[in-house]
């Protein structure tokens, strides 16, 4: 008997710990406006989904045999019925578009935050690999595996590519996420409003290694972010194209790393897929197709 009043209660032990998930406590401004637009729709739909919920049971009960429903086999149309029916549903789903609308476009990631005056936002470059995360401080010339540390209060714009396969990089905490494309880059803006540890993921499928791509994220005061750099540049190992290449072997439940040095070139190179020896950046393919479609043009050549 105990065992199955257990099984009854796991249900709402789930739900309570829910509860207490990184998407319902954030801590930076996106994901709080992302928060509030989950609590919003869902109290909007909860508009029509708690009174049909409640009509059930009054209908049934209501039309129940030996009940004080009426009987009329000749109904066939009612027009305030149908208007009932109808335009609430209607009105929440205009409601609900506009408010996606309107957040899209307040929340696009390529939108740039607003910072203090004559602040600089914080830049990221952010490389998804096999299966680990590589962080890459270009003004601060270091970089990190697994381990990704921002300021508070201070925006952030990631930068972010893909060594290989398809990704998304994640911080629940932080903001929405957003997709790690081999050849393209995308953009995230961010800032956090307090302190906060936690962790990162990629919430795309990419291969046997994917279950354990997680990375360690920290939101410090500027102190604490000044700490950590001269941490990070006390550390004796440097990120050049060698070692990159080392980092692109698949490998899992990869340790955080940190690296004192870091090619400024190599998110470019990531980016335009030229890491290889001898592999021409997708940069100087264009322009030497250009330079030959406008030399073409020039003399008079046919182009194949």
Excluded at 101 to 118: I, K, M, Q, V, Y
Excluded at 120 to 145: C, H, M, N, R
Excluded at 188 to 199: F, K, T
Excluded at 210 to 217: I, P, Q, T
Aim: aromatic fraction near 10%.
């Amino acid at each position: 008997m105990k065992r199955r009043k257990a099984w009854v209660l796991l249900p709402f032990t789930s739900l309570l710990l829910a509860c207490e998930g990184a998407v319902l406590n954030p801590a930076g401004i996106v994901a709080r406006e992302q928060r509030d637009l989950i609590y919003i729709s869902t109290g909007m739909m909860l508009l029509i989904i708690i009174p049909v919920m409640i009509l059930i049971v009054v209908f049934a009960w209501h039309y129940r045999k030996g009940g004080h429903g009426t009987y009329d086999p000749k109904f066939d149309h009612s027009t305030g019925l149908e208007l009932a029916i109808w335009s609430a549903p209607l009105l929440i789903i205009i409601a609900l578009g506009a408010l996606t609308w309107s957040s899209t476009h307040l929340l696009d990631p390529f939108r740039p935050l607003p910072a203090r005056e004559g602040q600089q936002p914080l830049v990221v470059q952010v490389v998804s690999l096999d299966w680990k995360w590589l962080f890459i401080y270009p003004e601060e010339g270091v970089a990190t595996v697994n381990e990704l540390v921002v300021p508070v209060d201070r925006p952030v714009r990631f930068d972010i590519t893909s060594s290989n396969m398809m990704n998304t990089f994640y911080v629940p905490t932080m903001a929405g996420m957003i997709y790690a494309m081999p050849g393209m880059r995308s953009q995230l803006h961010a800032v956090l409003d307090r302190a906060e540890e936690s962790q990162g993921f990629s919430a795309n499928y990419s291969g046997a290694g994917f279950s354990h791509m997680r990375f360690r994220f920290e939101s410090v005061d500027d102190a604490g972010f000044a700490r950590w750099i001269s941490q990070v540049r006390n550390s004796a190992t440097a990120l050049q194209l060698a070692e990159y290449r080392q980092l692109l072997t698949p490998s899992e439940r990869v340790p955080v790393m940190h690296f004192s040095r870091v090619d400024s070139d190599l998110f470019r190179r990531t980016v335009e897929r030229c890491i290889e020896p001898g592999t021409p950046c997708t940069s100087e393919t264009m322009a030497h197709r250009e330079h030959g479609a406008g030399g073409a043009a020039a003399t008079g050549e046919a182009r194949p």
